[in-house]
């Protein structure tokens, strides 16, 4: 029997907000029901295009009895309170990353996201890139052998506003986190970590004592090896590249090209356009991919929606490559 579409309910309605909003839209699995923003214009706009009912009250929105889920994409700074609104709701959540700044208000929540039963998801949406996900498998399946070094390079085209760096946390628990997810999707077993920053072009993290160019380290258990190579810019465009080493082979993934076609003349050979220029046209499959996986939790199917658990060890990772780059040491972690 056809299951019914599942309610979501989502918060915030900025950029990566209404791109859950035109996700849900496009999936017959789901169905916008609800959607709040503070800014209540922003909530009428998502409303207009893809339906439900549009609140400036995220608490209207959870106590509504009209939706399923709960999908968060309001600032980092609400997350907590509203996964805790959510799970004494009784209703499953899906958060954008990162829970929080503060690792003390992630350890508060912890237990009751622990005891309560109530799925909780992180939207770590670069585990459902297909190529991404392809290459952890066959690794997984142990291709290249126990692996042994894993290089990850992930650089945005342009760095973003100062107004946005001073409230961001800075490079590594907005941009890097990714990249830990990323890395204990691949290795579970880190136990330290080591990172140099510099403030090498961009005005708004010198300004605000962030790093625009980075560089962590990370060591697991077993001896395998990550590196992490960040840029807050990329003349080439959005630049997305994993590596996976060991004694068996090398697995690769290459940046996704915006264009198949190539030109060769007297000057250039096989010159193609720049990379995509955006993270949400690099991972569009990425983002619907992580939608239906979290679907399936919120049905109490088996689901591989990256946990509260797996927020909280990126946030943990985050923190010590900012104690590493800023003190110059090495930090252990506990995971």
Known sequence: MTQPPVRFGLIGTGRIGQVHAATIAAMPEATLSWVA?????????????????ATASPEELI?????????????????VDLIEASIKAGLPVLCEKPIDLDIAR??????????????????????FDPAFAEAQARVAAGEVGALEQLVIISRDPAAPPADYVKVSGGIFRDMTIHD????????????????????SFDAGAREH???????TTLTSASGAIVTII??????????????????????QVSNEPSTLVSFSGASVVEAKRPY?????????????????????????????????????????????????ATEGVTVKVQL
Not at 209 to 215: K, S
């Open 37 to 53: 923003d503070p800014f209540i214009e922003g909530a009428d706009g998502v409303v207009a295009r893809f339906g439900g009912t």
């Open 63 to 79: 106590a509504s009895g009209e939706v399923d889920a709960v999908l968060i994409a309001s600032p980092t700074p609400t997350h």
């Open 106 to 127: 992630v350890d508060a929540l912890r237990p009751l996201v622990a005891s309560s039963g109530v799925p909780v998801a992180l939207g770590f949406n670069r585990r």
């Open 180 to 199: 830990f997810d990323m890395a204990r999707f691949f290795i579970d077993d880190i136990v330290s970590v080591s990172a140099t920053g510099t403030q």
């Open 209 to 215: 004592g962030d790093f625009d160019t980075a560089v």
């Open 230 to 251: 960040n840029s807050r810019h990329s003349s080439a465009g959005y630049d997305q590249r994993i590596e996976a080493f060991g004694a068996n082979g090398m697995l």
């Open 276 to 324: 995509p220029e955006f993270f949400l046209e690099r991972y569009a499959d990425a983002y619907a991919l992580e939608l239906r996986e979290f679907v399936k939790l919120v049905r109490g199917e088996a689901s591989t929606s990256p946990t509260f658990e797996d927020g909280r060890a990126a946030l943990v990772l985050a923190d010590a490559a900012q104690r590493s």
